[in-house]
């Protein structure tokens, strides 16, 4: 027998031996011999046994292989005299107890279908589970929640065995079950039962189908040309999706023969056709819920996940696994899915965190070329050990560290930690990488329950820890998500003797990198009173934490939010010595790489402490209506970040998403009520902002309220944009924010330079018609726009985006390198027939200029919208694309996550004379352009006339 399987055979009769009833699970992954196993375990003590199976197919694999005892006669594990055993198979409910007593007393094992155990009456179910000595379960992964507890429930006081290939359903969720012997992939691979497994993302918004099936034919067409005798599997959700599939299949690769192999296909011609996989005379197959478990053929080492929402864990195994031998000669597999979020694939994450081997089965080949992935994997190779455990892409440590001084002498001692932890210690080998100089373990400790005094049990905690040490710029860092303590310990032990914590006041210095940074947590120590040593301020409180009370109070720990690099960012600061971020790394190099910055920053004796302290934006409840006017209208970040087609507004029978709706201003007044509309493509609302001196502002509607749909049903659209919160700016760069606190910074007003202001040629054009429309009016300042900012570089894509919830009146975008380069546009009619100098003109292109702050930050949102918004207008025959094609567009949606994006904001206004213009309309562009470049690092271009 094979090591898997006497390995889980003999983790069968220890638990058999203490003569215990609680479930058990064996986990052996694909092609190591699960069914040889289970036989085994019968065989050793040959009692009356059901097994619970998922599927037809497989019922009648398993009874033949009970029939025959497989290969355990053959291989000498049962020899001399013996009876195979006799097998009933249960292919539909029993009616009443006698008849299954009757069957029973003739059987020694029993085979069936969850399905057809849970269709008998409740009398046959019990009588039929009474006769049994044990229970087997074969693929218990597929066995849902429900069916299992029913099942496992007749069962209750007799053994019972879960065979699977993995210990979590497709669901993600636990089986249920205590593990008793789990073979690890990694040494099925290095033992030649499963082949490496190549992992590609197939992003395209466009056509997600044809892009996954392509791929994986061309895969196919590469494996054959090179000898290889493959085949590829399609997966589909359900039979209407597998017909869309093998059609597509049958379009693009018609001289292979696909087939389609499921439930809504006849059992004959579902034999026939796998007969014809065996043949070879079919290359491709598309089925639901592959091919049925236990369907043996190598062969198949190519699968195209066409929908991928289940684990993956079952079918990359299918496909990888060697069944026979000599199968090795199959070489490598493939796995094609597709990747319809810009980012990670969060179903590689699931997958490392099921399993810490598939860090070394997969080969993730989406970015391989790619230059930070490049770094990850060499980042990642350096570690020359690693812990068997936990695997290392399953790790997002928090942005968070406490920060050491190393000394002259400082040394690199990384094993010092097995001395420091010893038994603490999970993982018991390091992950060290000497090149990189960082070492991280996970430790597990114990600590007593606080209810009560036990000495048999305790509560167990498992803590990470990582610690880097940047000996060039003198510091070691350390990340643990046990903040009891600074870790004095593990930086004398990996550092050596004389590492000294950076604490103190110094520490808040790394808030002077945060523009625009507002304090939302202060923490103050009272050096005088003992009643109330600690406090605690947030939210409108923090003005007055800040102002202190009577110089008595120190300032312990301070958080942030506000903007640096081009993005949000948020920073704490402990006198202790802790920095922190609510971020989340994807990987340890993110948080390496996050941390070297830190060391430098909060020991930088050129930042004084004063200018960080006065550099702060305070808070301040809006009682009344802000003295200015307001610019631009938005949804406060937490809804942009989630916007979704299922939360959508409703009026008069006519719904739109909410990425669909534009908020506009509808006064350019410093006082007066503020107001505003809320626009879509056929009705627009209006609303009321009501301000209080007790409570936060209310939303309320002018004339009719809209609604909210959501899944949960509908609401007030004016109760749910005061629940939520808008953000306006105004002029003179204040804030009102979602909360309902008003941001003024005190410094002085930036003008923009005249010298700045491009000047267009706008003969010929209309300087008070703004959009070209449909027709694409060539008297129109966006159609003259795109005639000469199109002309200026080899724009991939040039769109007129114009419209109700439009990104902006026009985009344009090309890839240049690693460079994704975006230029926004915004253009806005003048209210005169003469340019001149009239603040008015600028007011709403400015506003829509800043509500672009954003763009940088979500270029999955900002390429997603842009494809979404034109894919939908060539449904209804229409097209905004001006250079370029849908195709081309959904290339650079494609590629976004691996370019860095370089965005340009241009406010177009023809009747801004650059000649005459005021004091006050360069101070609103400059504030405009300061916006810009403080929050996201963006470029604004303004374009008037002479």
């Known amino acids: 027998m094979r090591a898997p399987q006497t390995g889980a055979l003999h983790a069968v009769l220890a638990h058999r031996s203490t003569e215990e009833s609680d479930p058990i699970v064996v986990v052996m992954p694909t092609g190591t011999g699960k069914t040889e196993t289970m036989l085994s375990a019968f065989c050793h003590t040959p009692v009356r046994t059901m097994v619970i199976v998922p599927s037809d197919t497989l019922r009648t694999q398993i009874a033949g292989k009970f029939v025959t005892l497989g290969i355990l006669p053959r291989i000498g594990a049962v020899s001399g005299d013996f009876r195979c055993p006799a097998v009933l198979v249960l292919k539909h409910g029993l009616e009443t107890a006698e008849q299954a007593e009757d069957l029973t007393a003739r059987a020694n094992v029993i085979v069936a279908t969850a399905q057809v155990l849970n269709s008998c009456t409740p009398e046959a179910r019990a009588s039929l589970a009474a006769s049994c000595e044990r229970l087997f379960v074969d ?314 005094e036990f000495a048999s049990f305790n509560e167990l905690v498992h803590h990470l820890h990582i610690v880097h040490v940047d000996d060039r710029a003198g510091f070691l860092y350390i990340n643990s998500t046990n903040n009891a303590s600074m870790h004095e310990d593990i930086a004398c032990a990996v550092g050596g003797e004389g590492t000294v914590l950076v604490q103190g006041e110094t520490v808040y210095r790394i808030l002077a990198k945060v523009n625009r940074r507002v304090p939302t947590n202060v923490g103050l120590l009272d050096s005088v009173s003992r009643n109330r040593r600690f406090s605690m301020y947030v939210g409108q409180d923090v003005l007055h934490a800040w102002r202190g009370e009577g110089g008595t109070k120190m300032k312990t720990n301070i958080f942030a939010y506000g903007f640096a690099d081009g993005r949000a960012l948020s920073f704490g600061a402990s006198r202790k010595g802790r920095v922190w971020s609510h971020d989340q790394a994807i990987d340890i190099l993110e948080w390496v790489n996050w941390v070297r910055q830190v060391g430098p920053a909060i020991t930088d004796e050129s930042v004084s402490l004063d200018s960080v302290m006065s550099g702060f934006l305070l808070p301040e409840p809006a009682t009344e209506r802000p003295a200015h006017v307001p610019l631009a209208i938005e949804w406060p970040f937490e809804l942009v970040a989630t916007f979704s087609e299922r939360r959508k507004v409703s009026y008069g029978g006519h719904e739109f998403a909410l990425f669909e709706t534009e908020l506009r201003p509808t006064t350019q007044s410093a006082d007066g009520p503020l107001t505003f509309e809320l626009v879509t493509p056929s009705w627009s609302l209006e609303f009321e902002f009501k301000f209080s001196p007790d409570e936060t502002p209310t939303i309320l509607p002018l004339l009719d309220d809209g609604e909210l749909v959501t899944s949960f049903g509908r609401e007030s659209l004016a109760a749910f944009l005061t629940a939520n919160g808008l953000l306006v700016t105004f002029d003179d760069e204040v804030v009102l924010g979602a909360k309902g606190y008003l941001l003024r910074p005190n410094r002085e007003k930036r003008l923009f330079p005249s010298e700045s202001i491009e000047v267009f040629d706008w003969s010929g054009t209309n300087i008070q018609k703004e959009s070209q429309k449909v027709e694409r009016d060539p008297t129109s300042i966006q159609y003259r726009a795109i005639e000469a900012l199109s002309a200026e570089a080899d724009w991939e894509i040039v769109l007129d985006d114009d419209g109700s919830g439009e990104l902006a009146d026009i985009a344009l975008l090309r890839r240049v390198d690693d460079v994704l380069e975006v230029l926004l546009v915004h253009c806005k009619f003048s209210s005169k027939p003469i340019p001149g100098a009239r603040i008015g003109d600028l007011y709403e292109v400015c506003g829509q200029a800043i509500k672009m702050n954003r763009a940088k930050s979500m270029p999955d949102l900002l390429a997603k919208r842009l494809f979404r918004r034109e894919r939908d207008r060539q449904i209804t025959g229409k097209t905004g694309i001006i250079v370029g094609d849908l195709d081309t567009l959904a290339a650079i949606v494609g590629q976004a996550k691996y370019l860095t994006l370089r965005v340009t904001i241009a406010v177009v206004q023809p009747g801004m004379s650059v000649s005459v213009v005021s004091e006050d309309m360069r101070a609103l562009l400059g504030a405009t352009d300061r916006f810009l470049a403080e929050t996201y690092g963006m470029k604004l271009r303004v374009i008037g006339n002479r």
């Open 139 to 452: 693929e218990a992964h597929h066995m849902a929640a429900r069916t299992w507890r029913s099942v496992a429930a007749l069962f209750s006081d007799r053994e019972v065995v879960l065979f699977t290939a993995t210990p979590f359903r497709e669901d993600g969720r636990h089986i249920g079950g205590r593990v008793v012997y789990a073979y690890p992939l990694r040494l099925a691979q290095k033992h030649g039962y499963f082949a490496r497994i190549n992992y590609h993302s197939i992003t395209d918004l466009a056509d997600p189908d044809r892009a996954v099936a392509a791929a994986a034919i061309e895969q196919l067409r590469s494996d054959l040309a090179a000898g290889r005798n493959h085949l590829l599997m399609a997966r589909a959700s359900s039979v209407a999706r597998a017909k869309q599939v093998v059609a597509l299949y049958e379009e693009l690769a018609p001289d292979l023969s696909p087939i389609r192999i499921d439930t809504g296909v006849a059992g004959s011609v579902r034999l026939k056709r796998r007969g014809q996989l065996v043949a070879g005379t079919s290359r491709i197959v598309v089925c639901v819920n592959m091919l049925g478990e236990g369907f043996d053929l190598p062969e198949l080492k190519i699968a195209a996940i066409h929908d991928p929402q289940k684990s993956l864990a079952v079918t990359l195994q299918f496909v990888g696994r060697f069944t026979r031998s000599g199968d090795e000669s199959l070489g490598e597999a493939s796995a094609f899915v597709p990747l319809q979020v810009i980012g990670v694939d969060e179903r590689l994450r699931k997958l490392y965190g099921e399993d810490a081997d598939w860090n070394s089965v997969l080969c993730d080949l989406t970015e391989r070329h790619v230059g930070g992935a490049r770094e990850r994997t060499d980042f990642e190779r350096a570690f020359g050990s690693l812990p068997r455990e936990v695997a290392i892409r399953s790790i997002h440590p928090k942005m968070s560290a406490v920060t050491y001084r190393l000394p002259a002498s400082a040394s690199w001692t990384p094993e010092n930690i097995y001395d420091l932890f010893e038994d603490r210690l999970l993982t018991t080998r390091l992950g060290i990488n000497h090149k990189d100089k960082v070492v991280w373990w996970v430790s597990r400790e114990a600590t007593s329950v606080r209810w009560g």
